[in-house]
């Protein structure tokens, strides 16, 4: 077969390969979804692919705006909309539910979960994100973060039923993801591995809300292990009293369901705590950490698995978006599940077995030199579990992949997977507050050891002959999700504010909007009376406090609108200025204010709780929660005790967490301490600005 080369916008294509072989083979069942958009990603392949074609290579220079709607009192916006029969469903910040006509943008309804009503104590369970909602059978459902799944007529918005998902009282578990439809029944995950939560998910009736089945992705208490020959074989990979200090392995995004056999799969996500010999001593791989699950869809029974990181050490997680799909494998057709984790291999499993068929580096990685294929094991880098002192590796917690999800077109063979790199340095931690949950220090290696370190990319990756065929370098990180279309294009919002569209074949971009503020979200394409529309979700955060080193881009918390954008040919909407991009900090002061250093210390010490929305050490990222520095009420001791202790702005998003004055005034003089190092009145200290995930 000749192969030729096409250069194209700075990007090198191949134009057959993967695309000649696919269009050779006898074709499966069609992949992605049409006139509707019944899943987030798209249909139950989750391949992110619209076979619509009516926005094309051809036409895509008239693409404009049809309509907006202003969602006010969003913050970080990250599901993708789904489209039924013309209106589309999606979810807020923090759990509320959104049915918009799809061809004006009027808001036909909005359910508010209240959360800071009903469940004001678990407010605080992590930070204000959800990934978006399910639809079947004229129901939507949505996974609150305080742990409640809530059916909502789709008509109407009213509550037909509302279960809480979580295994007891005191249990310290999130919600955050989507759940998925499938057989009459609703599945959802949850999250908190990070604080040594242990994983599971749980199916139930679509029509009462009753408890189908649940799996747990790691094992429990041996008499409780006892019971389950699968829980009882991944205790063999477990040592010490693991079920007291943490074991993780959270399912909080990705889930696919196979109605070809039947199955879902689920990808666990990292252990907890991350240090290896602090969870399990001695050794062990710790199933299933990191692994791909197969489940029966009507039973919950285990099937296979597959480890990508066994010991995991580093909160890398297969969580990402597994796209089911049938693609050439030695010239014949092969069922099988791809993903791109966190970890920076592309995966390819044969769906039927779980066996592994490929596995290489997308992009920069050092923890592990390849997949050994025999054994289906990675080939670990010396030290990589830092077991004798720091080590530097590649990728760092982010992952060079992480949820936004990646997409595949059946056209052109290729998937396309937002990257990002960026390394991180990885240590024991004995002393701190962190320790005793975490066990580990990381901090994100922010010195450029090579041009690309600390910018994405948008890949398209061919999962046959496993290499990228182009490569669009993105000046952030952080960027928005993929969409694949049968018009031969993939569309991406982008971290400089940008919704951008490119050529499927080559990368080539065709086409830009400014939308004001960054993008997250992965967009989506549905049609109403024969008319193809785009649409993504406007509203930059997520874990960018979390990562303020790193992913900071100057959005500021506030200032820009969060939207909801549909796109159409012939589109002539136009978008009011917002503020632009600012990195500058201005922070505030009380030069009158008398600082403690030993409040300052403690303060520091615990300010953690505050940085998964603050920004790590008060350095925030301008979501979900304002960097609190530039903060007038944060000026006032008693006003920060009233909204930390006494939660008087937990309507608007901002839990309680009822600490009591004296560590509050800790707090709040530590973050009094960083106000005046940014000020540059006050020396920078190095223990409270080291920056960094955990």
């Known amino acids: 077969m000749r192969m ?27 992949e992605g979804t049409g006139a509707d958009w019944h899943n987030v990603g798209g249909s139950a392949d989750e391949s992110g692919f619209s076979q619509l074609g009516n926005i094309s290579t051809g036409n895509i220079g008239k693409l404009g705006l049809a309509w907006s709607l202003d969602l006010d009192g969003e913050v970080s916006l990250e599901a993708t909309p789904l489209a039924v ?18 061809t004006t943008g009027k808001q036909l309804w909005r359910y508010d979960p209240e959360i800071w009503k009903v469940n004001p104590m678990r407010q605080g369970m992590g930070m204000g994100v959800n990934r978006g909602v399910a639809y079947d059978n004229g129901q939507v459902f949505i996974g609150v973060l305080d742990g409640r799944l809530v059916a909502l007529d789709a008509k109407t918005g009213k509550v037909n039923w509302s279960v809480n998902t979580l295994p007891g009282p005191g249990t310290m578990h999130s919600l955050t993801g989507a759940p998925r439809t499938f057989n009459g029944k609703v599945i959802i995950g949850n999250g908190g591995a990070d604080i040594g939560q242990r994983g599971y998910v749980t199916a139930y009736d679509q029509k009462t809300g009753a408890q189908a089945w649940r799996f747990w992705t790691v094992p429990g208490k041996p008499e409780d292990n006892a019971q389950d020959p699968v829980m009882a074989m991944a205790a063999k990979t477990w040592n010490g009293q ?34 290896p010999e602090r969870r399990s001593p001695g050794g062990g791989d710790n199933l299933f950490v990191a692994s791909i699950v197969a489940l029966d869809a009507d039973t919950g029974k285990y099937v296979w698995h597959y480890q990508q990181n066994p010991r995991e050490s580093w909160d890398y997680k297969a969580v990402a978006n597994m796209i089911s799909a049938t693609i050439p494998i030695d010239g014949k057709p092969r069922k099988v599940l791809m993903q791109q984790p966190t970890n920076g291999f592309f995966y390819v499993l044969d769906r039927e077995t779980g066996k592994l068929i490929s596995a290489e580096k997308v992009g920069k990685v050092t923890w592990a030199s390849h997949i050994d294929m025999a054994s289906g094991r990675p080939v670990e880098a010396p030290n990589v579990h830092y077991q004798d002192g720091p080590v530097d590796i590649y990728p760092s917690t982010l992952g060079s992949h992480n949820w936004q999800a990646m997409s595949y077109s059946p056209k052109t063979g290729l998937v396309y997977i937002p990257y990002m790199q960026v390394g991180a340095r990885y240590a024991k931690a004995t002393t701190g507050a962190l320790a005793s949950i975490t066990g580990a220090s990381a901090s994100f290696i922010t010195d450029k050891k090579d041009k690309e370190d600390l910018t994405g990319a948008l890949v398209a990756w061919d999962p046959v002959a496993q290499k990228a065929r182009w490569r669009m370098p993105r000046s952030f990180l952080w960027n928005g999700g993929t969409l694949a279309t049968a018009g031969n294009l993939v569309f991406q919002g ?48 997520g874990t960018a406090a979390a990562a303020t080193d790193v992913l900071n881009v100057g959005w500021k918390y506030g200032r820009q609108p969060r939207r909801i954008l549909s796109f159409a040919v012939g589109g002539t909407k136009k978008l009011p200025a917002s503020p632009p991009r600012d990195m500058k900090v201005t922070a505030l002061d009380d030069p009158s204010i008398v600082l403690d250093e030993k409040a300052i210390a403690a303060g520091r010490e615990m300010s953690f709780v505050c940085g998964a929305c603050h920004g790590m050490a008060f350095r925030g990222a301008g979501a979900p929660g304002p960097d609190l520095r530039e903060s007038a009420l944060a000026l006032s001791e008693d ?54 995930p955990f």
């Not at 030729?4 to 069609?30: E, F, I, K, N, Y």
């Not at 074991?247 to 907890?272: C, H, K, Q, S």
């Not at 490119?502 to 992965?522: C, M, P, T, V, Y």
């Not at 509050?664 to 223990?687: C, F, Q, V």
Request: hydrophobic share 40%; with cysteine; glycine share 14%.
């Open 242 to 275: 693991y079920w007291k200090t943490g074991t993780g392995g959270t399912v909080w995004n990705g889930m696919t369901f196979d109605p070809e056999l039947n199955r879902i799969y689920i990808g666990v996500g990292n252990a907890g705590p991350y240090d």
């Open 494 to 541: 982008t971290a400089d504010g940008h919704f951008r569209a490119h050529d499927a074949a080559n990368g080539k971009e065709l086409w830009k909007f400014n939308a004001g503020l960054g993008i997250i979200s992965a967009p989506m394409s549905y049609s109403v009376k024969g008319k193809q529309y785009v649409s993504v979700l406007v509203g930059w955060g």
């Open 639 to 692: 006003a920060f005790y009233q909204v930390v202790q006494e939660g008087a702005l937990s309507e608007r998003g901002m839990p309680r967490f009822p600490l009591g004055k004296p560590q509050i005034h800790n707090l709040w003089s530590y973050l009094r301490a960083t106000a005046r190092e940014a000020l540059g009145t006050r020396k920078p200290d190095a223990a409270g600005t080291a920056g960094g």
């Open 4 to 30: 030729r080369w096409v250069w194209g916008a700075g990007a090198l294509a191949l134009t057959c390969s993967a695309m000649d072989l696919v269009a050779q083979l006898p074709q499966p069942p069609a």
């Open 85 to 102: 029969d013309g209106i589309l469903y999606f979810s807020g910040s923090y759990g509320a539910v959104y049915a918009v006509d799809g």
